[in-house]
């Protein structure tokens, strides 16, 4: 009796799951599996090895890489700093992290367009200092900044985490038996931390590989990534099926970085949000 | 009883996710879904409407032609009034789309030129399906302080002294216009070889472009960001306001004339209050108050006869006298395959 209670409570999120993720994912699938005639066909996932596909995607590729391995290098002493600091003042400061967040993603990466411009904010104070100005907004730096500034928190959260759950006991026995802060370091926090790092890991890197906003407005749609082929195909070209093969070529890589985050996560220590 | 609560719960969520589908029934005289360019009406005028008409307006905006077409394609919203171009009006009657519109609930359409009908025939034969808001030209906008001579022809912007200074339209079918015409070719062409020699000029072009852009093209010529971006005739006296420096002109290679025409879809449900918004919008009064705000070049001939500044009356950009150029085109449905080879080609650019 008590059980079925629960399950009914279930209920909404069943719904939900089943109209907002299983629709979709078999619309995906058979869009992405027939032709227009509706056969059988698996051109359209194949059509990822076309050279524009591939080097969209390996473009793409590199661009996630780069941005997650610079979110891991700035987050993690961020994390570690905000794990010693003493009080509620680490509180207020994830809180600071989280803020711009409660702002739409479209403003925010916006709003960088105002900041990177030739004629925008950070050149006109290079200017008003005489200094040299910079080529800024439309280049692939831009892109990766601006996957590294939205996406960063998603990387800060996870490894805060799990750093404040490790027992400062058994970082005060390392250092009581000899070892000294690199060794502790390296020895001790840095894999009791590997779950945050590889949740980490997802939450950026699956975002930055899908994204087609960034590219659109930081990049000036001069470079051309996977998810901007993705849309194009969904909202110009009107092909959803090609759209849709190319759709399961990038769940594939959303897949593999699920099964990792699995397989060194398994208590789900690194999920913050 | 806790079980009744759960299940009532469950009904109350379920049922307020469907009934945001439903939407709400509008004003006293029902309603009517518009759905129009980015910034393409002065919002005034919608107000004005709903409070005459009592209906209400859903108002919707897309940016390209191309977004355009698979949402009204795949009927997932049922749009009543649409204000698409030339070729994807006759796309449109091709698919079926469109309904035949009743001129008698049409009065105020007499305040339209014939000259605009007349054109609109290329690609409404018969005027059965559309009525024309606005038209113009795609062109050229310079800033004078930012080139060395003045601007006159699309091979300008092939010029390496203006590199990362040029902005370029994103819609595959403006960007491929420019590089047809600059080699000559019709830019409705469905020759591969022609395209893909266009195709091959805009890559060639591409380490010049600063950015492909839609809309912001004003914006970012308005802020001194480029010296030249492809761009409507219709933002030009707009920019110019803004900014005096900025110059618009008519390529000597010739461009594309373009009229964004009212239509009414197929399976409109609110068909009647449709002719009624379109209608209203043919109003001479209404035609004055949108040109103010937009400033794309009214085909209402009673409106233009309102403008007070004889200036802007009689303003070359704002009503050219296309006599005068040369290789002006309008674009026509090139069919799918058409679609298919231009849509692959804009790719290739846009990967390279």
């Known amino acids: 009796m008590k059980s079925n209670r629960i399950r009914l409570l279930a209920g909404p999120y069943l719904a939900w799951a089943i109209a907002f993720i299983i629709i979709p994912l078999v619309m995906v699938f058979y869009y992405g599996l027939t032709d227009k005639n509706g056969m ?84 006109s104070i290079l200017k008003f200092m005489h200094l040299p100005t910079l080529t800024l907004i439309n280049t692939p730096y831009a892109i ?120 060194f996560d398994k208590d789900g220590e690194g999920n913050a949000l | 009883m806790k079980k009744a609560v759960s299940v009532i719960l469950c009904a109350v969520l379920l049922g307020s996710m469907l009934a945001g589908c439903t939407g709400s029934k509008g004003g006293e005289n029902g309603v009517v879904y518009v759905y129009n360019w980015g910034e393409y009406i002065d919002h005034e005028t919608i107000k004005m409407f709903e409070e005459e008409t009592g209906i209400q307006v859903a108002y919707e905006e897309f940016e390209t032609n191309e977004i355009m077409f698979p949402k009204v394609s795949a009927g997932a919203v049922s749009y009543d009034v649409i204000c698409p171009s030339d070729y994807m009006i006759q796309k449109m009657i091709d698919n079926d789309l469109l309904m035949e519109l009743d001129f008698s609930k049409l009065p105020n359409t007499v305040n339209i030129g014939t000259q605009y009908f007349e054109q609109s025939e290329q690609f409404d034969p018969g005027n059965k399906y559309s009525v024309p808001y606005c038209w113009g030209t795609v062109g050229i906008l310079y800033n004078k302080t930012m080139v060395d001579e003045p601007i006159t022809k699309w091979a300008d912007l092939w010029d390496p002294k203006y590199e990362n200074n040029i902005l370029m339209q994103n819609s ?104 009624k918004f379109i209608d209203f919008m043919c109003r001479p009064d209404i035609a004055l108050m949108n040109f103010d705000f937009i400033t794309y070049s009214t085909p209402n001939d009673a409106a233009r006869e309102l403008i007070e500044d004889e200036d802007i009356r009689n303003s070359e950009i704002a009503f050219p006298d296309l006599s005068k150029y040369n290789n002006l085109e309008t674009y026509s449905y090139l069919g799918e395959e058409g679609d298919e080879m231009y849509n692959e080609v804009w790719k290739q650019v846009k990967s390279e």
Not at chain 1, 173 to 186: E, I, K, W
């Open chain 2, 172 to 275: 595959v079918r403006d960007a491929l216009m420019v590089a047809l015409k600059l080699k000559g070719y019709s830019m409705n062409t469905i020759n591969q070889a022609e395209l893909d020699e266009a195709g091959a000029a805009l890559i060639e072009q591409k380490p010049l472009v600063q950015a492909y852009v839609v809309d912001q093209v004003r914006d970012k010529m308005i802020g001194n960001e480029a010296a030249i971006g492809v761009i409507y005739s219709g933002e030009a006296i707009y920019t110019q306001r803004e900014n005096p420096d900025l110059i618009y002109v008519v390529p000597e290679e010739g461009t594309n004339v373009w009229i964004d025409s009212w239509v009414i879809t197929k399976n409109a449900q609110n068909a009647d209050n449709a002719h």
């Open chain 1, 40 to 123: 059988f066909t698996f051109d359209n996932v194949l059509a990822i090895a076309r050279p524009e596909h591939i080097k969209s995607l390996w473009i793409a590729l590199l661009l996630a890489l780069i941005s997650t391995i610079i979110c891991i290098l700035l987050a993690y002493p961020l994390a570690m700093i905000l794990v010693n600091m003493k009080g509620n003042s680490d509180k207020f400061i994830v809180l600071i992290f989280i803020l711009p967040m409660w702002m739409n993603f479209l403003l925010r990466t916006m709003a960088w367009q105002t900041l990177l411009e030739n004629d925008g904010v950070i050149n």
């Open chain 1, 144 to 263: 990766i900044f601006g996957m590294i500034y939205n996406f960063l928190p998603f990387m800060v959260l996870p490894l805060y985490n799990v750093l404040k759950k490790i027992d400062p006991n058994v970082i005060n026995a390392a250092r009581d038996l000899g070892a000294n802060s690199v060794q502790t370091f390296l020895h001790i926090t840095l894999p009791l931390s590997v779950p945050g790092i590889i949740s980490g890991i997802t939450m950026v890197f699956v975002p930055s590989l899908t994204t087609f906003v960034v590219s659109d407005l930081l990049g000036g749609s001069k470079i051309l990534l996977i998810g901007n082929v993705i849309e194009q195909e969904f909202t110009s070209n009107s092909n959803w099926h090609l759209g849709s093969g190319l759709s399961i070529v990038l769940m594939i890589f959303i897949v593999i970085s699920m099964i990792v985050t699995a397989i």
